[in-house]
């Protein structure tokens, strides 16, 4: 007779214990878990064609103008103003507010002139307008979401921030490369993760967080990077990130993914943004110091996780 399958533990003593593993010491958790817990404000991410304008109207209403050190087109949030502020600009559509974090997958995807980009999971559209900006109508994005409801608050935003011409697909990323293998210059690839910061603000999903959703996930990252990295050109680069802490989703699923891929190879991330090496605990068969782990108590920003990979030419 078979013994019984036993459950997982859930809930916030679960989460807790599990992720206190991850740190080096009892105290760095402790540090990690507050900075989890404090909000972040966005930044409010431009382009360049409307920065006198926005500088014009900032400076009328007495704002600071103060950039982010390692990326001039994101404005900070003025200090001693509330979130829900309408700020100058905003009605105007100048500016996109967005967490700081979410702009490494695309600062480290670099695309430019002439490339043909496939944004994977592509909702709510943040990071494809930042990419359709860096184009600058002098390449073709590809902005894909499974999800229906997704892609029509995509499209609504689109819209209003005049990105129309991104053209918005809905189909399952990890069957692409069946119609349209070798077929991308670069891919991001954003992955839904853990995404551990709402977790822990949110007593619900605290609430029913378990082991196993980690391991699901891990197993769909992993699923999806082998999947899209066919449909990727020879010689193409291709972006893997998420805005998970754990191992099992980043660096764990980089290490399985260039076993797996002997056409891959492991690019160096760019020295001028933010963030660390991957996690020292976790044994890998790659150079950590390839990967950009941001980490919030020691970066001052949410968690984000970076690798890219090129093809080989064959």
Same mark, same amino acid.
């Given at each position: ?38 909000? @972040? ?174 391991? @699901? ?94 093809k080989k030419l064959n």
């Amino acid at each position: 007779m078979s013994k019984k399958k036993q459950q997982k533990p859930t809930g916030e003593i679960a989460f807790l214990d599990y992720y206190s593993k991850i740190f080096g010491s009892e105290k760095e958790f402790l540090a990690w878990k507050k900075a989890m817990e404090t909000k @972040t404000m966005p930044i409010l991410r431009f382009n360049p064609k409307h920065e006198e304008e926005l500088k014009k109207l900032w400076a009328e209403a007495d704002l600071p103008w103060k950039t982010l050190d390692w990326h001039k087109h994101a404005l900070l949030w003025p200090e001693n103003i509330p979130l829900k502020t309408i700020l100058p600009g905003f009605k105007e559509k100048y500016f996109y507010p967005m967490n700081a974090s979410s702009l490494l997958p695309v600062l480290s995807l670099n695309a430019g002139a002439g490339d043909l980009v496939l944004d994977a999971c592509a909702a709510p559209g943040g990071k494809a307008m930042f990419i359709d900006d860096l184009l600058d109508r002098k390449g073709h994005l590809i902005a894909n979401d499974l999800s229906s409801f997704r892609r029509g608050t995509m499209r609504k935003i689109f819209q209003d921030y005049d990105k129309e011409h991104i053209e918005v697909w809905g189909q399952k990323a990890e069957t692409l490369f069946y119609k349209y293998p070798d077929y991308f210059d670069k891919i991001l690839v954003d992955t839904p993760c853990s995404s551990e910061k709402h977790i822990l603000n949110d007593k619900k999903e605290l609430k029913k967080w378990s082991e196993n959703r980690v391991k @699901t996930l891990a197993k769909r990252q992993k699923n999806l990077l082998n999947s899209v990295w066919r449909a990727l050109k020879p010689g193409g680069e291709l972006v893997y990130s998420t805005c998970a802490v754990t191992p099992e989703e980043n660096e764990q699923v980089v290490d399985s993914f260039l076993k797996n891929n002997p056409n891959a190879i492991l690019l160096p991330q760019n020295e001028n943004i933010p963030g660390g090496n991957g996690l020292k605990q976790t044994e890998t068969s790659f150079e950590k110091s390839k990967v950009k782990r941001v980490q919030p108590h020691k970066d001052n920003l949410d968690p984000m996780f970076v690798a890219k990979f090129s093809k080989k030419l064959n």
